[in-house]
Protein backbone atom coordinates (compact mmCIF):
# COMPACT_ATOMS: atom_id res chain seq x y z
CA UNK A 1 0.00 0.00 0.00
CA UNK A 2 2.48 2.56 0.31
CA UNK A 3 4.37 2.22 -2.49
CA UNK A 4 0.77 2.18 -4.45
CA UNK A 5 0.02 5.55 -2.11
CA UNK A 6 3.25 7.37 -3.23
CA UNK A 7 2.65 6.31 -7.40
CA UNK A 8 -0.91 7.45 -6.93
CA UNK A 9 -0.19 10.99 -5.10
CA UNK A 10 3.02 11.12 -7.99
CA UNK A 11 0.02 10.72 -10.84
CA UNK A 12 -2.53 13.12 -9.00
CA UNK A 13 -0.91 16.66 -8.86
CA UNK A 14 -1.75 19.18 -10.39
CA UNK A 15 1.98 19.56 -12.52
CA UNK A 16 1.45 15.74 -13.45
CA UNK A 17 -2.48 16.22 -14.21
CA UNK A 18 -1.62 19.05 -17.01
CA UNK A 19 1.25 17.06 -18.21
CA UNK A 20 -0.55 14.28 -18.57
CA UNK A 21 -3.84 16.21 -19.96
CA UNK A 22 -1.87 17.86 -22.30
CA UNK A 23 0.21 14.77 -23.59
CA UNK A 24 -3.19 12.95 -24.10
CA UNK A 25 -4.82 16.21 -26.49
CA UNK A 26 -1.70 16.07 -28.23
CA UNK A 27 -1.74 12.77 -29.31
CA UNK A 28 -5.62 12.93 -29.49
CA UNK A 29 -5.44 16.48 -31.55
CA UNK A 30 -6.94 15.15 -34.72
CA UNK A 31 -10.15 14.93 -32.81
CA UNK A 32 -12.41 17.84 -31.43
CA UNK A 33 -11.74 16.34 -27.61
CA UNK A 34 -8.02 16.66 -28.00
CA UNK A 35 -7.87 20.08 -29.53
CA UNK A 36 -10.01 20.59 -26.26
CA UNK A 37 -7.63 19.42 -23.85
CA UNK A 38 -4.99 20.82 -24.73
CA UNK A 39 -6.96 23.98 -25.24
CA UNK A 40 -7.60 23.17 -21.34
CA UNK A 41 -4.05 22.57 -20.18
CA UNK A 42 -2.78 26.19 -21.98
CA UNK A 43 -5.42 28.00 -19.84
CA UNK A 44 -4.50 26.02 -16.76
CA UNK A 45 -1.15 26.83 -17.11
CA UNK A 46 -1.66 30.28 -17.68
CA UNK A 47 -4.08 30.86 -15.14
CA UNK A 48 -1.64 29.51 -12.94
CA UNK A 49 1.06 31.38 -13.95
CA UNK A 50 -0.83 34.90 -13.65
CA UNK A 51 -3.18 34.52 -10.72
CA UNK A 52 -1.70 33.38 -7.42
CA UNK A 53 -3.83 29.64 -7.33
CA UNK A 54 -1.05 28.09 -5.13
CA UNK A 55 -1.50 31.09 -2.65
CA UNK A 56 -5.18 30.81 -2.58
CA UNK A 57 -5.06 26.44 -2.11
CA UNK A 58 -2.12 26.58 0.41
CA UNK A 59 -2.85 29.67 2.72
CA UNK A 60 -6.05 27.88 4.42
CA UNK A 61 -3.72 24.59 5.32
CA UNK A 62 -1.16 27.27 6.86
CA UNK A 63 -3.47 29.01 8.99
CA UNK A 64 -5.46 25.94 10.09
CA UNK A 65 -3.27 26.41 13.58
CA UNK A 66 -2.11 29.64 14.39
CA UNK A 67 1.71 30.39 15.56
CA UNK A 68 3.05 30.24 19.17
CA UNK A 69 2.46 33.56 20.89
CA UNK A 70 2.97 33.14 24.05
CA UNK A 71 5.17 29.91 24.58
CA UNK A 72 4.39 27.55 27.97
CA UNK A 73 6.35 27.90 30.79
CA UNK A 74 6.62 23.87 31.24
CA UNK A 75 7.05 21.83 27.94
CA UNK A 76 7.64 17.77 28.87
CA UNK A 77 9.00 16.77 25.23
CA UNK A 78 9.01 18.51 21.48
CA UNK A 79 9.09 16.25 18.72
CA UNK A 80 10.02 17.38 15.06
CA UNK A 81 8.75 15.51 11.94
CA UNK A 82 11.32 14.94 8.78
CA UNK A 83 11.23 16.05 5.63
CA UNK A 84 13.65 18.72 6.26
CA UNK A 85 16.42 16.53 4.48
CA UNK A 86 16.93 15.65 0.50
CA UNK A 87 18.00 12.25 1.04
CA UNK A 88 18.81 11.16 -2.14
CA UNK A 89 21.34 14.24 -2.32
CA UNK A 90 23.06 13.70 0.98
CA UNK A 91 23.51 10.53 -0.29
CA UNK A 92 25.03 11.59 -3.13
CA UNK A 93 27.15 14.58 -1.97
CA UNK A 94 27.64 12.43 1.61
CA UNK A 95 26.90 15.61 3.38
CA UNK A 96 23.15 16.53 4.74
CA UNK A 97 21.70 18.75 2.62
CA UNK A 98 18.26 20.56 3.39
CA UNK A 99 15.02 21.00 1.40
CA UNK A 100 12.13 23.33 1.63
CA UNK A 101 11.49 22.47 5.05
CA UNK A 102 14.67 22.75 7.11
CA UNK A 103 13.58 25.86 9.36
CA UNK A 104 11.82 22.82 11.39
CA UNK A 105 15.40 21.61 12.66
CA UNK A 106 16.85 24.93 13.37
CA UNK A 107 13.43 25.53 15.20
CA UNK A 108 13.52 22.21 16.85
CA UNK A 109 17.47 22.96 17.87
CA UNK A 110 15.73 26.73 19.75
CA UNK A 111 12.83 25.00 21.71
CA UNK A 112 15.91 22.72 22.87
CA UNK A 113 17.88 24.76 24.47
CA UNK A 114 14.45 26.84 25.82
CA UNK A 115 13.78 24.07 27.11
CA UNK A 116 16.92 22.11 28.51
CA UNK A 117 15.14 19.39 30.29
CA UNK A 118 12.37 18.55 27.82
CA UNK A 119 12.70 15.14 26.37
CA UNK A 120 13.87 15.34 22.17
CA UNK A 121 12.27 13.38 19.14
CA UNK A 122 13.55 13.55 16.17
CA UNK A 123 10.92 11.16 13.56
CA UNK A 124 11.89 10.20 10.54
CA UNK A 125 13.24 7.31 8.07
CA UNK A 126 12.39 7.29 4.38
CA UNK A 127 10.02 8.31 2.22
CA UNK A 128 11.37 7.23 -0.70
CA UNK A 129 9.65 4.48 -2.62
CA UNK A 130 12.65 2.47 -2.95
CA UNK A 131 13.51 2.00 0.85
CA UNK A 132 17.11 1.36 2.26
CA UNK A 133 19.14 3.68 -0.23
CA UNK A 134 19.48 6.04 3.16
CA UNK A 135 18.05 7.44 6.12
CA UNK A 136 17.07 10.92 7.27
CA UNK A 137 18.16 10.57 10.83
CA UNK A 138 21.52 9.71 9.71
CA UNK A 139 21.78 13.19 8.47
CA UNK A 140 19.91 15.16 10.74
CA UNK A 141 21.82 13.83 13.78
CA UNK A 142 24.91 15.01 11.69
CA UNK A 143 23.22 18.58 11.62
CA UNK A 144 22.39 18.65 15.09
CA UNK A 145 26.02 18.02 16.14
CA UNK A 146 26.81 20.90 13.89
CA UNK A 147 24.48 22.91 15.70
CA UNK A 148 26.12 22.22 19.05
CA UNK A 149 22.53 19.89 20.11
CA UNK A 150 24.52 16.40 22.27
CA UNK A 151 23.86 13.35 20.79
CA UNK A 152 22.53 11.57 24.01
CA UNK A 153 19.86 14.91 24.05
CA UNK A 154 17.84 12.99 21.12
CA UNK A 155 15.87 9.82 20.61
CA UNK A 156 15.85 9.23 16.92
CA UNK A 157 13.47 7.21 15.14
CA UNK A 158 14.45 6.22 12.24
CA UNK A 159 12.02 3.86 10.49
CA UNK A 160 8.80 5.64 9.40
CA UNK A 161 7.87 6.37 6.22
CA UNK A 162 4.78 8.10 6.34
CA UNK A 163 3.39 11.13 9.12
CA UNK A 164 1.10 8.63 10.17
CA UNK A 165 4.05 5.98 10.89
CA UNK A 166 6.01 9.40 12.38
CA UNK A 167 3.11 9.28 15.50
CA UNK A 168 2.08 5.80 15.64
CA UNK A 169 6.17 4.64 15.83
CA UNK A 170 7.38 7.68 17.95
CA UNK A 171 4.12 6.83 20.34
CA UNK A 172 5.56 3.21 20.91
CA UNK A 173 9.05 4.35 21.34
CA UNK A 174 8.75 7.64 24.01
CA UNK A 175 4.94 6.31 25.97
CA UNK A 176 4.16 9.94 26.43
CA UNK A 177 1.61 10.73 29.40
CA UNK A 178 -1.89 11.95 29.24
CA UNK A 179 -1.00 15.02 31.20
CA UNK A 180 2.70 15.98 29.58
CA UNK A 181 2.96 18.80 27.37
CA UNK A 182 4.54 18.16 23.89
CA UNK A 183 5.32 20.45 20.90
CA UNK A 184 4.98 19.36 17.92
CA UNK A 185 7.21 20.82 15.18
CA UNK A 186 6.35 20.66 11.21
CA UNK A 187 5.40 22.53 8.72
CA UNK A 188 2.48 24.75 8.50
CA UNK A 189 1.17 23.13 5.86
CA UNK A 190 2.01 20.04 7.14
CA UNK A 191 0.42 20.71 10.49
CA UNK A 192 -3.26 19.77 9.68
CA UNK A 193 -2.60 16.24 8.80
CA UNK A 194 0.09 15.89 11.83
CA UNK A 195 -1.95 16.93 14.44
CA UNK A 196 -4.67 14.72 13.22
CA UNK A 197 -3.01 11.40 13.15
CA UNK A 198 -1.26 12.20 16.66
CA UNK A 199 -4.67 12.67 18.09
CA UNK A 200 -5.76 9.52 16.50
CA UNK A 201 -2.29 7.72 18.13
CA UNK A 202 -3.50 9.06 21.64
CA UNK A 203 -0.69 11.91 21.76
CA UNK A 204 -2.34 15.18 22.72
CA UNK A 205 0.53 17.74 21.20
CA UNK A 206 0.84 21.80 21.03
CA UNK A 207 1.04 22.54 17.47
CA UNK A 208 4.23 24.79 16.48
CA UNK A 209 3.96 25.32 12.59
CA UNK A 210 6.64 26.86 10.90
CA UNK A 211 8.01 27.28 6.84
CA UNK A 212 5.38 29.45 5.89
CA UNK A 213 4.99 29.99 1.98
CA UNK A 214 1.76 32.28 2.07
CA UNK A 215 1.47 35.55 2.00
CA UNK A 216 -1.09 38.04 3.83
CA UNK A 217 -0.73 40.89 1.04
CA UNK A 218 0.29 39.36 -2.65
CA UNK A 219 1.77 42.47 -4.16
CA UNK A 220 4.69 40.62 -5.95
CA UNK A 221 3.78 37.08 -6.46
CA UNK A 222 6.31 35.19 -7.97
CA UNK A 223 6.25 35.05 -11.71
CA UNK A 224 8.11 31.33 -12.15
CA UNK A 225 5.36 28.74 -12.89
CA UNK A 226 7.67 26.40 -11.58
CA UNK A 227 7.47 27.78 -8.11
CA UNK A 228 4.31 27.98 -8.05
CA UNK A 229 3.72 24.67 -9.03
CA UNK A 230 5.77 23.63 -6.26
CA UNK A 231 3.98 25.27 -3.95
CA UNK A 232 0.44 24.52 -5.61
CA UNK A 233 1.68 20.25 -5.61
CA UNK A 234 2.24 20.50 -2.26
CA UNK A 235 -0.81 21.71 -1.44
CA UNK A 236 -2.41 19.14 -3.26
CA UNK A 237 -0.35 16.38 -1.36
CA UNK A 238 -1.78 18.12 2.00
CA UNK A 239 -5.49 18.16 0.49
CA UNK A 240 -5.13 14.29 -0.86
CA UNK A 241 -3.17 13.56 2.38
CA UNK A 242 -5.99 14.65 4.63
CA UNK A 243 -9.07 13.06 2.61
CA UNK A 244 -7.18 9.79 2.14
CA UNK A 245 -5.94 9.38 6.64
CA UNK A 246 -9.66 10.16 7.11
CA UNK A 247 -11.16 7.57 4.47
CA UNK A 248 -8.52 4.98 6.09
CA UNK A 249 -9.38 5.97 9.73
CA UNK A 250 -5.97 7.33 10.44
CA UNK A 251 -7.71 10.89 11.80
CA UNK A 252 -10.87 11.64 12.98
CA UNK A 253 -11.37 14.64 10.99
CA UNK A 254 -10.69 15.41 7.44
CA UNK A 255 -9.67 18.85 8.42
CA UNK A 256 -8.49 19.05 11.67
CA UNK A 257 -8.89 22.27 13.74
CA UNK A 258 -7.27 23.54 16.84
CA UNK A 259 -8.71 22.18 20.23
CA UNK A 260 -11.03 24.45 22.30
CA UNK A 261 -9.99 26.30 24.91
CA UNK A 262 -11.55 27.91 28.51
Not at 64 to 89: A, K, M, N, Y
Not at 196 to 209: D, I, N, S
Request: charge should be neutral; glycine fraction near 8%.
Amino acid sequence: MFIIGKILTMIMMPTALLVEILLIGLLLRRFLFGRALVTFAAAAFAICLFFPVDQWTIRPIEDRFPQVRTPPEHVDGIIVLGGSIDCLTSQDRQTPVTGAAGDRLTTFVALARRYPDAKLVFTGGSGDIEQGITNEAKWVRLIFESLGLSDDRVIYENRSRTTRENATDSFALVHPKPDETWILVTSASHMPRSVGVFRKAGWRVLPWPVGYVSRDHIHNYSLSLGNCFAILDWAAHEWIGMAAYRLRGWTDAFFPKPEKTD
